[in-house]
């Protein structure tokens, strides 16, 4: 017998040590362990960014609160096995407590920072874009929260800086092509995930040039699929898509079912992975971003970047048997 392994058998041992690094939750099921690690055989699937054509993996990884309160042991072999699973974007911010930080220390700690895609954010104004400082007191505080959002990322070029929920970007957008120009950032956008800023989203995305907007979108919460997605797609913007879950929402529906016998035409094990095809296979969606601090949840979630997708049919079969649930 060859002492060497396959890439799917270290892929599948990888995955099941990082079960265990969580006690408190249930580790995914043998059978499920081997379907993700066959699935890692797949083609990965990606999707250009307009504005430039660079190819980015469908599903990444979100950073919330919770990063920030996680042991670096934790967090540094999900970070690895996202980059050996295909994965790329991870986003954070300034705002989610020292989440930031701590994706910029382990990302420099474990030495695969060419290896990520890096999203982070800018806001001049208070919680969901309330009024906050003008003029150059405004562009003063916004130039100094990149600069520390560097300092925090240990990197001298972000990929990605987006105006946090609106919060200021008459202010910041000037700043922010500016530092594009620079070559301090690649790209740049605005996010919300408030439904009352979706006009003002849209005003904003007709007058501007993004590269990106970041909006919440699950299969039980598909407001931004009537209009804020098919501008995106006639303006040329990627997309990236908060809150995939629902805060949890979806899972708390389905609960402890089964996933339907059609899930097999998708190449499926889990309920994650159709929530997730169901969102990157809209033709406007570029990356999927759900959080987690789990190694074994960060293989589920990026392994619905591999195998089949649903197409129109599907998609709408997906969301029926999710309503009637």
């Not at 058998?9 to 939750?25: E, F, P």
């Not at 043998?30 to 660079?54: F, W, Y």
């Not at 042991?71 to 989610?96: C, N, S």
């Not at 020292?98 to 999203?119: K, P, Y």
Request: include cysteine; hydrophobic fraction near 40%.
């Amino acid at each position: 017998m060859s002492s060497c392994l396959s890439r799917r058998d270290a892929i599948r041992l990888g995955l099941a040590s990082g079960a265990g690094l969580l006690a408190s939750r249930v580790p995914l099921h043998a059978k499920i362990l081997d379907a993700l690690a066959q699935m890692a055989e797949r083609p990965l699937v990606t999707k250009p960014i307009p504005s430039s054509g660079e190819q980015l993996p469908v599903v990444g990884l979100g950073t919330a609160q919770s990063w920030g309160s996680t042991p670096h042991d934790q967090l540094a072999p999900l970070l690895r096995r996202m980059v050996e699973l295909g994965g790329k974007v991870v986003d954070t911010a300034p705002a989610y407590g020292e989440s930031e930080a701590t994706l910029g220390t382990v990302v420099n700690q474990i030495g695969l920072r060419d290896e990520f895609f890096l999203a982070t954010k800018v806001s001049v104004g208070g919680r969901r874009g309330a009024p906050g400082p003008t003029g150059p007191d405004a562009a003063a505080q916004g130039t100094t929260s990149m600069e520390e959002s560097m300092r925090r990322l240990h990197t001298d070029r972000i990929d990605l800086m987006q105006v946090w929920n609106l919060g200021g970007p008459d202010v910041l957008l000037p700043i922010l092509r500016e530092w594009k120009q620079a070559g301090r950032l690649r790209y740049y956008g605005v996010t919300t995930t408030n439904d009352g800023q979706y006009p003002a989203l849209m005003a904003l995305m007709r007058q501007e040039p993004l590269d990106f907007i970041q909006v919440d979108y699950s299969i039980n919460n598909r407001g931004v699929a009537d209009e804020i997605l098919p501008l995106a797609a006639d303006r040329g913007m990627a997309v990236l898509t908060a809150l995939p879950f629902g805060r949890t929402s979806v899972f708390q529906k389905v609960r402890d079912r089964p996933v339907p016998d059609w899930a097999s035409e998708l190449e499926c094990t889990t309920w994650a992975q159709i929530f997730l095809k169901y969102l990157v296979s809209h033709p406007s969606v570029t990356v999927a971003i759900p959080g987690t601090t789990s190694v074994e949840h960060i293989a589920d979630n990026v392994g619905a970047s591999r195998g089949r997708m649903p197409d129109a049919a599907m998609r709408q079969r997906i969301e029926q048997t999710f309503d009637a649930l």
